[in-house]
């Protein structure tokens, strides 16, 4: 699980700007998943991203967040807008594809908003 | 949709004791139910799974049990060690999509 990479692992951010976290998951690796930890909390489903295609966003907020994973690159989950309720850790995970089970996770972003 | 129930939340056991901790999930169609523990500040790291056509895995100290018709699944730690402490989470996974349970913080007591 160490191939699954996240950055920027720290980010700050005052309220209003906007936050792009980066996933480039494991080598061979064509699924993404992103997660949202609150402090103390367990890890929320927020989308799921084949390359060039958004599988589930049911878990994601409506309104000033998306998601994508470009052909070419890391996957981006854009927060517009950000307030103070967004703090959070956020994961991504990568699975093998279609069949496979085992998500493996990157090391995470901790989004702070001030 | 899945709804993935853990307890307890807390578990504090005596090192070189056992600690348990349980799942109930809601649909019957999850086929597979891993295990993450995830130290302070870490990523939550897979450590067994089990797939809906077999009861039981062991690997080391560590087994997993799971019950289909009741739909319930178990984490085992045998001889609990130090760096056993830390945040355990259950999860169903169906249909691309995992549902993981909240979590239970194991304390390992001297």
């Known amino acids: 699980n160490a191939g699954v990479m996240q950055n920027p692992r720290h980010l700050v951010r005052r309220r209003g700007q906007e936050a792009r976290l980066r996933c480039s998951p494991m080598k061979g690796h064509s699924h993404v998943y992103w997660y949202r930890q609150l402090p103390e909390e367990g890890l929320k489903f927020m989308v799921y991203l084949q390359k060039e295609n958004i599988i589930d966003e049911s878990g994601m907020p409506k309104e000033r967040f998306s998601a994508e994973f470009p052909k070419e690159g890391p996957s981006i989950l854009r927060i517009q807008q950000v307030v103070r309720g967004d703090s959070a850790a956020y994961f991504c995970a990568s699975l093998g594809g279609q069949g496979a089970y085992e998500q493996y996770f990157g090391p995470g972003t901790r989004l702070t908003v001030t | 949709g899945e709804n993935v129930e853990q307890h307890p939340s807390t578990l504090s056991v005596q090192e070189g004791d056992s600690a348990v901790i349980k799942c109930t999930y809601s649909d019957s169609a999850s086929n597979y139910f891993p295990w993450y523990k995830q130290e302070l500040g870490k990523r939550p790291q897979l450590i067994i799974d089990i797939r809906s056509n077999v009861g039981e895995k062991k690997d080391q100290r560590i087994a997993v049990t799971l019950n289909k018709t009741a739909k319930h699944f178990s984490l085992h730690i045998t001889e609990t060690q130090p760096e056993d402490s830390a945040v355990y989470f259950c999860?169903?996974?169906?249909?691309?999509?995992?549902?993981f349970g909240k979590g239970t913080r194991l304390h390992i007591l001297p």
């Open positions: 999860a169903a996974f169906r249909d691309d999509k995992i549902i």
